[in-house]
């Protein structure tokens, strides 16, 4: 291969001046042209390397010079003669001193003033440079400025010559009182800034306890997340084998059920909500028909498990697990809390969207502005439903005692309740609730009796 095709595009180095190459006297390092023997033998190889490049690497070229430019120094250098001057006219002034001539003293002296404000002024323009920025330089400036301009102003507009004549007219002897009263009010002040101090360090170490319980309130809910994860982890390994299908027995669901009910003693309402629902829609709460023989959930022929409400067994079964329990503003869709103990419990602000509370305790419990849409209370007509009993069984056609017991509860400005949730509601709630129920209770038996 030859260069002949590149030959007419090849890039001229443009040549080096010896006046680039020799610095001034007092060359501080901070000029266009200052380069050390590292940078001018980088120069010289990136010139050579120019000369043989193609006009498709100019660009990687440009790059390469630009990274391997030198840094700047801060180094000056000075010429031989620059310093046999200096030393020339010290040497001159010490003659001077010693003949006590005064125009060899003066002329010496004169010379190593210049000569050294020359050789220093670099280093004084380079330290100006590294420890003071352009706004520093400007503001000082400025006040120098400033301070000038007013001891100007006050000598040249004869202000300080009035102030002078006032001043010989006061009497200093009887203002050393005044001189108190200014001590007194310095104290004053010193005072007042202590108990300011005091103030802001009250504030600072107020806004670091706030950020430390926001911490704190952030870890607790990463560990809280972290227990419900491993719990879930835990009731699927307990209660599914190897292929994935429901085998629980019943010593699993007892350690299910214990499991559960160590987690909500530990875990905040959000964490009881998260539970729920995982539980519910896993079906782990839902009565299933079992096996006679094996116990077995049996499956329904279309892909999940058939719920026998009658006679089903859950693999968790609540019980009061949530009796007293504040579950107030959570999300409790389409969660099957059906059969369980919620007496006292505060469900209030609760998203109870086609919940099912069929047989559901909430004797005495908080449902203020809990959003009700779709949410089963019964089973049946309800006509004919009632709340569960103690001794008769449920009729789940007809729903004699498949309701849930709803007496004294209060449905202080609930949401979206359906007219079939408010008859119930009114009949069974008893006189103390009848007055929350939204819409009223007019025409509507009171078939509880109290």
Request: proline share 4%; with cysteine.
């Amino acid at each position: 291969m030859t260069n002949d095709s590149n030959s007419s595009d090849i890039p001229t180095p443009e040549p080096f001046s010896e006046d680039d190459l020799q610095p001034d006297d007092f060359d501080g390092g901070t000029g266009e042209h200052h380069l050390t023997p590292e940078g001018l033998a980088t120069q010289q190889a990136l010139a050579a390397i120019s000369a043989l490049q193609s006009p498709q690497n100019t660009a990687a070229l440009k790059q390469a010079r630009s990274f391997f430019q030198p840094a700047k120094s801060n180094q000056f250098s000075v010429k031989t003669r620059a310093l046999v001057l200096t030393l020339l006219a010290i040497a001159i002034t010490i003659l001077g001193l010693i003949l006590n001539n005064w125009f060899i003293g003066a002329f010496g002296t004169l010379i190593t003033l210049i000569l050294s404000l020359a050789m220093l002024w670099p280093w004084v323009q380079n330290l100006l440079i590294k420890w003071f920025t352009p706004q520093d330089r400007t503001l000082f400036i400025a006040f120098i400025g400033l301070i000038v301009a007013l001891i100007g102003f006050v000598r040249f507009s004869g202000l300080g010559d009035r102030l002078l004549a006032t001043g010989r007219k006061i009497n200093w002897e009887a203002s050393g009182t005044l001189a108190e009263w200014f001590g007194a009010l310095g104290q004053i002040l010193i005072a007042i800034i202590a108990v300011y101090v005091a103030w802001r360090q009250y504030v600072i170490s107020k806004d670091l306890t706030i950020q430390q319980n926001l911490l704190t309130v952030q870890q607790n809910i990463i560990t809280q997340q972290q227990t419900i994860d491993s719990y879930f982890q835990g009731i699927s390994d307990l209660v599914l084998d190897e292929e994935g299908l429901l085998e629980d027995w019943p010593q699993e669901r007892s350690i299910a059920e214990g499991r559960t009910a160590a987690i909500f003693s530990s875990v905040d309402g959000s964490g009881k909500a998260k539970i729920l629902r995982f539980l519910s829609r896993s079906k782990l709460l839902t009565p299933l028909k079992r096996d006679r023989r094996l116990g077995r959930a049996i499956l329904n022929g279309i892909g999940g498990y058939a719920e026998d409400r009658l006679e089903g067994v859950r693999v968790i079964d609540l019980g009061v697990m949530l009796a007293g329990a504040d579950l107030a503003g959570t999300d409790l869709r389409w969660t099957d809390l059906s059969e369980a103990n919620l007496v006292r419990a505060d469900l209030s602000g609760c998203d109870l969207v086609k919940a099912n509370l069929s047989r559901t305790i909430l004797y005495d419990a908080k449902l203020r502005n809990a959003d009700l849409n779709g949410v089963r209370l019964f089973y049946g007509s309800v006509e004919k439903a009632s709340p569960r009993s103690r001794t008769e069984p449920p009729n789940y056609h007809t729903g004699e005692h498949t309701g849930a017991v709803v007496e004294n509860a209060d449905f202080t400005d609930v949401q979206r309740m359906t007219d079939s949730a408010r008859y119930y509601c009114c009949a069974w709630c008893g006189e103390q609730s009848r007055s929350t129920i939204p819409g009223g209770c007019e025409g509507i038996p009171n078939k509880l009796g109290r």
